[in-house]
């Protein structure tokens, strides 16, 4: 898709989310703008309070409220700002065109129901299918899922399910209605490794069969390699480099990302060599250092670090990186 | 780091057996069952060295570490620390050994008491083994090995909710490393932080190792972190071990299809390796540890399952103890055509 004509699927611009917190005010999400063109994987990256999560909720205006709201920013979703559309016809682009899976799936499912039931009732609230054909189409998602014993399943519990079927089930829910955008919140960290490859495995040729775009939400550096073809990197509630993945992982540019990459164990290298930290700790939200949030931790920072906030900018064909520091290199 | 003066190791562990005793029923409760949450684990540990633990949810891994440190009863097998069976102990006897093997625990937020002052929660093991008897001696103490793990002594005062989770891992590995311990048992030290600062409390782990000579149990999910740390990493599997190897070589030359299945599920954090490794991702998941397979417990999900994997269980064995495994593959069984 890249260097397509067309505009993106997605197109975020500003996207500014303020929470009401014991210590005033904080900005957990700071003028976030970023592009998914369809069929492609984006992968939001970035560790707790860098804002990563929040984007994703907000795409669907799931922040919860009254404490979180959307101050400002557009999300134009094939065409549409989807910031003005109101309660129902929200509802009406909330797993029928953009579809979310969440990462602990017994939560996101009602234990007293049954999984038939949960799984049919999309194709009967956004298709109007009659019940007969919702449960035999149901049937057919957790086939193309990989669940054994399909239609013996649609009459169990969600607690009779283990944790990557109830993902693979999950990932089901998120296919039914053919969506163009699936946004993935961590799906696979409270999965066993072995497991989670098979998950993600699965939601990546799933996502491609469909050309369905795909936004993974992570803090696992090695799934962004494994799957990613665009990644973005936050901080403190912005983003500070955007590009290919290739781009992030070869050409990394802001002094954080390169920090990231340095301070990651790898299997295929040499243990003896010394694993680089990064000193001191991600800053809190409510007291965030003035200019570049990273500049208290970066080992390149300068004189403009600390008093004005580094925009993103362009430093190659997709890469962008906010950062005022010419020589991080 | 390898061995010191002597070749009697700091601990042995052998065939050493864990199974939790399951109930049905309310009034009338009876013992329908067990989970064999550890079933016949063997390794040693020299003064020193770092073994590292991984497997997936319900191998083993913590449960083998908490039995080592005889905090949940151990129904067969022997644990032998600097030389005495530490098995059979009872509690008084138990008292002396604790100073010896301490424990860092996964969750900075629940191990430390919210109501206690750093000095207080670094002080207390030092009271309890009576190794600083005044106040003011161990408030001096817990200064020092506040700054030892890279915090300030003025912090002494201040409650765990004051603190960062990287920092409360650092007051909870003070509190382990007061007493002088030879052993030190970590049961997912780094998995609960922020990936920036895992990378402080590992190399906060090989400078405390390096200044006192400690040993490490090391147990983790994260088998790149735990193969930075250690010298060699036992995989464990619905409560066996089934290949021990040293770091290195468990990357270059897994020989258990477990152990191949594991490696090729983690990715490598490079699009570049990633695109050029070859994927083979076993199916299926880890059955239950209530009913596990037969013979070999990973034959239902092994690529090269044979039918003597089913019936009879393979044992530990390689060449040198240097690198050893648990599969017919390697290990032939005597009078058995594979």
Known sequence: ?329 | MPPSENDAPLLCVERLKVHFPLYKGVIFKRRVGAAQAVDGVSFTLRAGETLGLVGESGCGKSTTGLAVLRMTEVNDGRVVFEGRDITRLDRAGMQPIRRRMQMVYQDPYGSLNPRMPVADIIGEPLAVHGLAPGKAERRERARELLQMVGLRADMIDRYPHEFSGGQRQRIGIARAIAVHPGLLICDEPVSALDVSIQAQVVNLFEDLQERFGMAYIFIAHDLAVVRHVSDRIAVMYLGRIVEVAASADLYRQPLHPYTQALLAAIPIPDPAAEAARPRQIVAGEVPSVLRPPSGCRFHTRCPKAMPVCARIEPVLAGEGGTHAVACHLHNAVEGEAA
């Open chain 1, 1 to 329: 898709m890249a260097g397509s004509m067309t505009s993106p699927l997605l197109q975020v611009r500003g996207l500014t989310v303020q929470f009401r917190t014991d210590r005033g005010f904080v900005n957990a999400v700071d003028s976030v703008s970023l592009n998914v063109d369809a069929g492609e994987t984006l992968a939001v990256v970035g560790e707790s309070g860098s804002g990563k999560s929040v984007t994703a909720l907000s795409l669907l205006r799931l922040v919860p409220s009254p404490q979180g709201r959307i101050v400002a920013g557009e999300v134009i979703f094939d065409g549409q700002d989807l910031l003005t559309l109101d309660d129902r016809q929200m509802r009406a682009v909330r797993g029928n065109r953009i579809a979310m899976i969440f990462q602990e799936p017994m939560s996101s499912l009602n234990p007293t129901l049954t999984m038939g039931l949960q799984v049919a009732e999309p194709f009967s609230i956004h298709d109007g299918t009659p019940w007969a054909a919702a449960l035999g189409k149901a049937k057919t998602l957790l086939d193309r899922v990989r669940i054994p014993d399909s239609g013996a399943r649609l009459a169990a519990y969600p607690h009779q399910f283990s944790g990557g079927m109830r993902q693979r089930v999950m990932i089901a829910m998120a296919l039914a209605c053919r969506p163009r955008m699936i946004i993935a919140d961590e799906p696979t960290t409270a999965l066993d490794v072995t497991v989670q490859a098979q998950i993600l495995d699965l939601l990546k040729e799933l996502t491609q069969e469909t050309r369905s775009a795909l936004i993974l939400i992570t803090h696992d550096l090695g799934v962004v390699a494994r799957y990613a073809d665009r990644v973005c990197v936050m901080y403190a509630g912005r983003i500070v480099e955007t590009g290919t993945a290739r781009d992030i992982y070869e050409r990394a540019s802001h002094p954080y990302t390169r920090a990231l990459m340095a301070s990651i164990p790898r299997l295929d290298r040499d243990t003896a060599t010394r694993l680089e930290p990064i000193e001191g700790y991600p800053p809190s939200l409510a007291q965030l250092p003035p200019g570049c949030a990273f500049h208290p931790r970066c080992r390149f920072a300068a004189d403009p670090c600390g008093r004005r906030v580094p925009m993103l900018e362009k430093i190659g064909e997709r890469h962008h990186r906010a950062c005022f520091v010419d020589a991080a290199v």
